[in-house]
């Protein structure tokens, strides 16, 4: 199989051939989905409990077909998922007290943040010119588009700006601003 020219297409013959065995099967999937409760979970954040229980999902379809038994997939899914971290923060750490203390260090980590918030920026602005998917649009149409798409992201600019508005409350608003255009546009 050759690789495929810039703009052009993935194949997808070798997904339709009657050779190809799909990941996931009805059976593995609902007999590895019982795994994550027995694992316990760093109550950190929620992204942390979430990354922790698809690890243990993973690694059990991982062991499915092979010797191993899906508990002991489990197991190396879940220490997987957090043993570089942990190797990484540990061995770091009186590196970092060391260098924290230097001008020139954190200079560079404020370049690198300022580096990460451009990167940021520039998906939102990608997802701002692509904007919403339907029938009409399946390559997408942007959001400037419309104005009330302007004025649901000023709303939930302002919100959060001046008025403290928290973000799943700014999201809720914009949910239910989108539904208002949904019901008048489209319906």
Same mark, same amino acid.
């Given at each position: 199989?050759?690789?495929?020219?810039?703009?052009?297409?993935?194949?997808?013959?070798?997904?339709?051939?009657?050779?190809?065995?799909?990941?996931?099967?009805?059976?593995?999937?609902?007999?590895?989905?019982?795994?994550?409760?027995?694992?316990?979970?760093?109550?950190?954040?929620?992204?942390?409990?979430?990354?922790?229980?698809?690890?243990?999902?993973?690694?059990?379809?991982?062991?499915? *077909?092979? !010797? =191993?038994?899906?508990a002991a997939?489990? &197991?190396?899914?879940?220490?997987?998922? +957090?043993?570089? @971290?942990?190797?990484?923060?540990?061995?770091?750490?009186?590196?970092?007290?060391?260098?924290?203390?230097?001008?020139?260090?954190?200079?560079?980590?404020?370049?690198?943040?300022?580096?990460?918030?451009?990167l940021v920026?520039?998906?939102?602005?990608?997802?701002?010119?692509?904007?919403?998917?339907?029938?009409?649009?399946?390559? *997408?149409? !942007? =959001?400037e588009t419309?104005?009330?798409? &302007?004025?649901?992201?000023?709303?939930? +600019?302002?919100? @959060?700006?001046?008025?403290?508005?928290?973000?799943?409350?700014?999201?809720?608003?914009?949910?239910?601003?989108?539904?208002?255009?949904?019901?008048?546009?489209?319906?």
């Amino acid at each position: 199989m050759s690789l495929p020219k810039a703009g052009s297409r993935p194949e997808t013959s070798s997904l339709a051939s009657p050779s190809f065995k799909p990941f996931l099967d009805p059976t593995s999937t609902v007999s590895s989905a019982n795994m994550p409760p027995f694992f316990p979970h760093p109550g950190i954040t929620p992204s942390l409990t979430y990354f922790s229980k698809v690890a243990v999902y993973l690694g059990t379809l991982a062991a499915n *077909g092979t !010797s =191993l038994p899906q508990a002991a997939g489990a &197991v190396i899914g879940y220490i997987g998922i +957090f043993t570089p @971290g942990l190797v990484l923060h540990t061995g770091t750490i009186g590196l970092w007290r060391t260098l924290r203390g230097y001008r020139w260090f954190t200079s560079c980590l404020r370049g690198v943040n300022a580096s990460a918030v451009g990167l940021v920026y520039t998906a939102v602005f990608r997802l701002w010119r692509i904007g919403y998917i339907d029938a009409e649009n399946q390559q *997408g149409i !942007s =959001l400037e588009t419309d104005p009330w798409w &302007v004025v649901i992201t000023a709303t939930s +600019f302002v919100g @959060g700006m001046w008025f403290k508005l928290q973000a799943p409350a700014a999201i809720l608003v914009g949910g239910a601003m989108g539904m208002v255009w949904y019901g008048i546009v489209r319906a």
